[in-house]
């Protein structure tokens, strides 16, 4: 089992649609999380970090953190054609900066 | 303008040629890491460093060796280059508190033929 685990996708969604992407961990002890957006050849840029439980918000982006369901999430609204990337959920230890990655969710927003 | 550069950006090389891939930040971070990233297997960390003289392997460490004699660099090395090797390389920085944002350099992309 990964440690962080996400659905390849692609997820395609609408323009103007809501875009969710899940993410769930094996290990207990992560105590933060970050979504990343990596377009093709590009590197990864911060998009949301979230360390409580609940949901913080962000413009159009909400991340939502489960702990005790091991289960991070991620919510794009009014989806644009310039959200489609790969979302690379990642979690971190409460001791370190150690980022464990997912594999990643391909995201298309068609017009 | 804070940012993590690396170099060279592209990088075609043999079977068994040493190479070095540079990576240097201005953000005066502690913590700096490599990853490789290939598909279907997402980014994955190779070596980290918390500070000047203080690196660790990550969990891909095979074939790769690092140095931090500095803060702001922390180099890459492949002593005897695979094909296996071949994939796309991101250096990260942040500062040492847990949790921090990790900046990421623009990649590497190695070709070993």
């Known amino acids: 089992q990964k440690e962080v685990e996400q659905n390849s996708g692609p997820l395609s969604v609408p323009e103007g649609a809501i875009a969710s992407l899940n993410c769930t961990y094996s290990d207990r002890g992560s105590q933060s999380f970050f979504w990343y957006r990596q377009y093709s050849g590009k590197s990864p840029e911060l998009i949301m970090f979230i360390y409580s439980n609940g949901d913080k918000e962000d413009g159009r982006f909400t991340a939502q953190l489960n702990k005790a369901s091991q289960y991070v999430s991620l919510l794009i609204r009014d989806s644009q054609p310039s959200d489609s990337a790969t979302y690379l959920c990642?979690?971190?230890?409460?001791?370190?900066?150690?980022?464990?990655f997912g594999g990643g969710t391909r995201v298309l927003v068609k017009p | 303008e804070a940012q993590v550069t690396q170099n060279p950006r592209y990088l075609i090389t043999v079977t068994g040629k040493k190479l070095t891939v540079t990576c240097s930040q201005n953000?005066?971070?502690?913590?700096m890491s490599w990853y490789r990233q290939d598909p279907g297997l997402g980014l994955r960390q190779i070596y980290y460093s918390m500070n000047v003289e203080v690196t660790d392997k990550g969990d891909v460490p095979e074939g790769y060796k690092v140095s931090r004699k500095e803060k702001r660099n922390f180099p890459l090395i492949l002593e005897s280059p695979s094909p296996n090797q071949t994939s796309l390389y991101f250096c990260a920085s942040s500062l040492a508190r847990s949790g921090n944002e990790q900046f990421f350099g623009p990649g590497t992309r190695l070709t070993v033929l």
């Open positions: 953000m005066n971070h502690e913590y």
């Open positions: 990642a979690g971190t230890k409460a001791a370190g900066n150690k980022l464990t």
